[in-house]
């Protein structure tokens, strides 16, 4: 039976960790697998990693490795039983073939290690201990490491970790703002996980430039101008006759459910009955798994009445996003606001126009999160609307409605002049009228 054991050489601050195959006597190989740690977190008798605190990236690493142990084992074990020659060769493919790496494969590349790193985010261990991302989160990184890979054949050169300095985060700004027309807003989210990315691969002792840990290597950001539907907007939108064009009813009646649950459209649009119990909605938040319990909104308890406690019939996100547009073009919300739209500037690549349009041209799915949060903001207090918008901090649910400091002073500054009106009010004095009795 095959053993397979892992091991570090010497007792450099930075190590790599080297894989030891024996089955009997005809097979004993070593080789590299291009993980690094550092000797003082590892445990060499054991051929582990040492239960240290400091050490965050233990569980990750743990989990690489014993994925690697299962992956070298089973491919050793159909191989050897086939009669394939096990030799150092063998094994290196072998280890290879678990990281998806080729032969040129090298780590001080970013693209490189940002493959690794993506490749391994099912293990990542999350500060709360669930393992794994979200699909949303894989195909976010999965955007900006072709991202780079543009800007690298636009500047046609490979970019080294230690190439993303200051002078990067100053070109890789002009590709995306200037080149691609990306706005402000989505080239700062994609520095930050060219950050992560480097930041991680820190962890594992690659040398990465010390520029990018500095306070000037900061993601850029924009003012965004976003719409909302108000009350008003919404009744008229609830009570507009579109039973000549079912599609859009069926639309409206989802854009109503949205607006009083604030439900992302991942989860919105895969609402049935069993969603609900005693008068309250629930469901697991798909991006966040939170649990989001709230009451129906009379204005959603009618349409439920309608279709005889079922949701409308179900559509795809792009069609919702294509039909609401529609809906409130019907309705007539029209008016103008500034806002951003999206415009075709060359084949199947669009891109966000700043300007004034009619309202129903910027509507989106996202309305109706923005427009209950929008809506009950100031009304309700602010921790029972996160507990169903699901966000976890009250500056990020301020950034999200477009609340500043200033807007809260505003608030707090209305509230005194009211009571100090009330204090300085003088009580009506009360006089006695002293009426003539006339005895008959």
């Known amino acids: 039976m095959a053993t397979l054991k892992y091991f570090i050489k010497g007792n450099s601050n930075i190590s790599t960790i080297y894989l030891r195959l024996v089955q009997g006597r005809n097979v004993d190989l070593k080789k590299s697998t291009s993980l690094l740690i550092n000797s003082n977190y590892w445990n060499n008798k054991k051929g582990e990693i040492r239960q240290i605190a400091e050490f965050e990236n233990k569980l990750n690493l743990k989990n690489d490795l014993n994925d690697l142990s299962n992956h070298v084992l089973n491919s050793f074990n159909n191989c050897y039983a086939n009669g394939v020659l096990i030799n150092s060769e063998w094994l290196n493919d072998t280890i290879k ?115 990018i840990e500095k306070e000037d290597f900061r993601p850029t950001k924009e003012k965004v101008s976003f719409i909302t539907l108000n009350e008003d907007e919404i009744q008229t939108i609830f009570n507009h006759d579109f039973k000549k064009t079912p599609y859009l009813e069926n639309a409206r ?75 409130c073009q019907d309705a007539k919300i029209e008016n103008v606001v500034l806002g951003a739209k999206q415009t075709k500037i060359k084949e199947k690549v669009w891109r966000k126009t700043k300007g004034e349009f009619k309202k129903y041209e910027l509507v989106s799915t996202h309305i109706c999160r923005r427009s209950f949060a929008t809506n009950h903001y100031g009304k309700l207090p602010t921790p029972v609307i996160m507990a169903v918008t699901g966000h976890t901090t009250e500056a990020q649910f301020l950034k999200y409605v477009g609340k500043t400091a200033k807007d809260n002073a505003d608030v707090l500054n209305d509230f005194w002049q009211v009571q100090d009106k009330l204090k300085n009010q003088k009580a009506p004095v009360m006089e006695v009228i002293l009426n003539d009795v006339v005895n008959n």
Do not use: M
């Not at 999965?142 to 990067?168: A, P, Q, S, W």
């Not at 994609?190 to 430039?209: E, P, Q, S, W």
């Open 253 to 327: 009646n989802w854009l109503i459910i949205g607006v009083w649950t604030g439900a992302r459209v991942s989860d919105l649009l895969k609402f049935t009955k069993k969603n609900v119990s005693n008068g309250f909605i629930e469901y697991t938040a798909i991006k966040t798994n939170q649990k989001i319990v709230l009451p129906l909104h009379p204005q959603v308890k009618e349409i439920l009445e309608r279709l005889n406690g079922e949701f409308p019939k179900q559509i795809s996100n792009q069609k919702f996003n294509d039909y609401i547009k529609l809906v």
């Open 97 to 211: 073939s678990f990281f998806n790496q080729s032969e040129d494969v090298d780590f001080n590349y970013f693209v490189d290690y940002a493959e690794y790193f993506h490749t391994n985010l099912k293990n990542k261990v999350q500060k709360t201990g669930v393992t794994g991302v979200t699909i949303a989160t894989e195909k976010k990184y999965r955007t900006i490491i072709n991202k780079v890979k543009d800007f690298e054949k636009y500047k046609k050169k490979k970019v080294k970790l230690i190439d993303i300095g200051l002078k990067f985060h100053k070109d890789f700004i002009h590709f995306l703002h200037d080149v691609q027309q990306l706005n402000f807003n989505t080239t700062g989210k994609y520095l930050v996980f060219v950050k992560t990315i480097c930041l991680d691969a820190k962890k594992y002792g690659l040398k990465i430039n010390p520029d």
